[in-house]
Structures are given as C-alpha cells and as structure tokens.
C-alpha cells in the first residue's frame, strides 16, 4: 500500500509536469553598443548642503592616530564626563539604605511574633497556683497487710517436733505495725521561714554584688577618662611648646638674617665710602 506522502508526492510531480516551464529571465539593462532614449544618467557625488558647517578632524593635535580614531576621541571628549567614583558611592549608599531597611523589617517581623507568641501563651496560661499546706492532721492509713519475713528451717523432724513435722516451715512473726509518726506542721513553717530567709539574703547578696560590680565598672571608666583627658592635656602642652619653640627658633634666625642684611648694607656703605675716596 502506497504511504500518503508518497501519494502527495507523485501527485505533486503530475501537476508540475502539466504546469507550463517558468518564463526565461531577460536582461533588464541596456547594452552599451545600442542607441538609448533620453540623457545618460552620469556618475554623481553626494554633496553637503552649503549651510552645513565643516569641522576637519586635527590630525595634527593626534600625531599617529588613524582618522577614526580621532573621530572616536572627538566624540568621547564632545560627550559629559561621567564621575564613575560618585557612581559607584551612590550605588553602594543605595544598598546600603536596602539592607538596612531589610534589617529593620526583619526586626520589626521578629518583634511581632514573639509578641504574638507572649500574647498566646498569656492567653493560653492559668493563673499561679498556691499549694495548700493542711493544718489539720492527717488521718490514720489504713493498717497495712502483714508482712512474712524468710522462712527459717527448724532442724530435721525430731522429737521437738513430732507433733507437727512442717513446724519447721512456719514462717516468722509479723513485725509490730507502727503507725506514721504525726507531721510536724510547726518545724515545717519553721524550716519553710529559713528557707525562705536565705533565699532573700542570696538575692540580697547577689543584688549587691551587682552594685558594686558597676560602681566599679564606673569608677574605671572614670579613671580611664581622667587619664585620656591628662594624655590629651600633655600633648596639647607639649605641641604648645614645640610651637614656642619653633616660633623663638623662625624669630632667632629672622634676627640673625637682619643682622646679616644689615652687615652686608654696611659692608656695602663701607665698600662705596672707600671706591669714593680712591676717586677723589
């Protein structure tokens, strides 16, 4: 059985043999050696409109550049200067502000949920409960089941125990049952109270220390501050004196190169007074 692409195929190929031959190109161009109608169209060059300002490039300023070259250099010096370092300041002030505003939104998120978290849990938490403490004695338990201890082997069967050969299986007596010891309601306020009070001298103690670890933390950074001040006070008295002393040093040698000026003027004066009188 024929595909049906093949069919097209054969299909198509009958259809073009019935289509006429495609019409032979013909020359669109005029032979020169043939007579033409009309003016001969003349080579032309385009010209510039007269108002047009010409600029030559200086290729004189740009000794060994080709002509694009100073072309490209005309117009990257045509065009506004771009201050890349004022770019890039503004590029990272921007990124920086971003970040910070992140940060502060995370915070803000953080801050949020924890106080939605503390809000549940209050929410969700039942008041503090007091334990009571009974003031009214305890009553009896009820007596408790006797106790056999470890059965003890009476000797073999005898005459001590002919009557009754398993006596030697009979288990201890049952210890006496005592009852619980009543609570002492009294000693446990008591020792509850000392409990307490210790408690109390710890914190006491503890707060104190606390205090007294930040008068010292304060004290230090004081006696750090006075010792900059003093060190910032020396060097401002020994900077002081350097300036003094190079101020006497600019007026001693100002002096000495009047004196010097007013050596050679004298020299000078002396010089003429003598040229004056071998003249004469």
């Known amino acids: 059985m024929t595909s049906p692409a093949r069919r097209n195929r054969r299909y ?16 669109n161009f005029v032979p020169a050696n043939l007579p033409q109608v009309g003016p001969v169209p003349r080579p032309f060059a385009w010209q510039l409109p007269l108002n047009f300002p010409h600029q030559p490039l200086p290729v004189g300023q740009y000794p060994g550049l080709p002509r694009n070259a100073i072309a490209h250099v005309q117009r990257a010096h045509a065009l506004p200067p771009v201050d890349y370092n004022a770019r890039l300041n503004d590029q ?15 915070r803000r998120q953080d801050r949020d949920e924890i106080r939605q978290q503390a809000q549940a849990e ?3 938490m039942q008041p503090p409960q007091q334990p009571h403490i009974p003031n009214e ?7 408790a089941p006797p106790v056999y201890g470890a059965i003890h082997y009476e000797g073999a069967v005898g005459p001590h125990n002919f009557d009754n050969p398993l006596h030697y299986f009979a288990p201890n007596p049952a210890p006496p049952f005592h009852a619980p010891p009543e609570p002492d309601y009294h000693q446990f306020n008591i ?3 000392h409990h307490f009070q210790e408690e109390q001298v710890v914190e ?13 933390q304060e004290e230090f950074h004081q006696q750090q501050l006075q010792r900059q001040l ?5 060097e401002r008295i020994h900077r002081q004196a350097q300036d003094d002393l190079e101020a006497f040093q600019l ?8 004196q010097d000026a007013f050596q050679r003027q004298q020299q000078g004066a002396e010089q003429m007074d003598r040229q004056d009188q071998d003249i004469q």
């Open 12 to 27: 198509a190929a009958h259809n073009n043999q019935e289509m006429p031959p495609p019409p032979v190109p013909q020359p």
């Open 92 to 106: 990272m002030n921007v990124a920086q502000n971003n970040r910070h505003c992140q940060h502060d939104v995370r």
């Open 122 to 124: 209050l929410a969700g």
């Open 137 to 143: 004695p305890v009553q009896p338990a009820p007596p």
């Open 191 to 193: 020792q509850f109270q």
């Open 204 to 216: 006491n103690e503890r707060v104190r220390n606390d205090l007294l670890q930040r008068q010292a």
């Open 230 to 234: 003093q060190q910032q006070e020396a």
């Open 251 to 258: 007026q001693q040698l100002q002096a000495r190169q009047a």
